[in-house]
């Protein structure tokens, strides 16, 4: 099967080759709109508007069975719906309200294959609890200012210098980074087997 990740995200594409998977790269520039109202339907949705972009523009040009993978991450904490922050203000304010708390991470992946005539889709998520331990201001303002956060939702990457405020992780540590990558497997797995 060919894979083809709609994903601009470095994280993404790290965690799909060191799983062994040989993919091409196709990152999607549709607009991230939702209509879902809760964590796990926005990212299930943005995950297919994704991998539907990229389906649509790849479908002609594919001479084999192919697999196209959108993905799409958010932090949750108390109702509110953190994606990547607009800027250093922003990233502020989101990880002051996270600092000392338990907050959700959801991951939201489609995948849409293509096996002789026959086409399937597939849309799944995981959620992943992560506690910070309290942190200071000043630790704060240091960590914006290496511009870390910026791409990332939640405004942190736990892969990163913010990992030593991270006091608990419970679940899948890479839904986390932006890939469910166990899950994933399983999933095309079964989807391979139909
Ligand atoms: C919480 C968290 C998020 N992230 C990243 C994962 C995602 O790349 C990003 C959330 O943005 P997304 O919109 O999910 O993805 P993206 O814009 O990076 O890439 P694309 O839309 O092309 O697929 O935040 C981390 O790297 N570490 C973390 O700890």
């Given amino acids: 099967m060919k894979y083809i990740l709609a994903s601009a995200s470095p994280r993404r594409r790290e965690l799909l080759s060191q799983a062994g998977f040989s993919f091409e790269v196709c990152p ?10 809760s ?8 995950a297919a ?15 084999e069975d192919f697999t196209v993978i959108g993905a799409d991450t958010v932090v949750a ?3 509110e719906i953190l994606g990547k922050p607009a800027d250093e ?4 304010d989101m990880l002051s ?5 338990t907050h959700q991470v959801y991951t939201g992946v489609c995948l849409i294959a293509v096996k002789g005539k026959k086409k399937y889709m597939r849309t799944f998520h995981e959620c992943t609890l992560v506690t910070f331990y309290p942190v200071t201001r000043g630790e704060l303002l240091s960590y914006i ?7 990332k939702a939640g405004a942190y990457g736990i892969q990163g210098p913010f990992a030593v405020h991270v006091k608990e992780i419970r679940g899948d540590y890479n839904n ?19």
């Fill in 28 to 37: 999607s520039d549709a607009e991230e709109k939702s209509g879902g109202s």
């Fill in 39 to 46: 964590p796990a339907e926005i990212v299930e949705d943005l």
């Fill in 49 to 63: 508007l994704k991998a539907r972009d990229i389906f649509e523009k790849c479908q002609a040009s594919q001479t």
């Fill in 77 to 79: 904490y108390n109702g």
């Fill in 89 to 92: 203000e922003e990233a502020l």
């Fill in 97 to 101: 309200m996270l600092a000392d708390r």
């Fill in 145 to 151: 200012r290496t511009g870390d956060p910026l791409d």
């Fill in 176 to 194: 986390v980074v932006g890939l469910p990558i166990a899950r994933l497997y399983h999933e095309l797995r079964e989807l391979e087997a139909l």
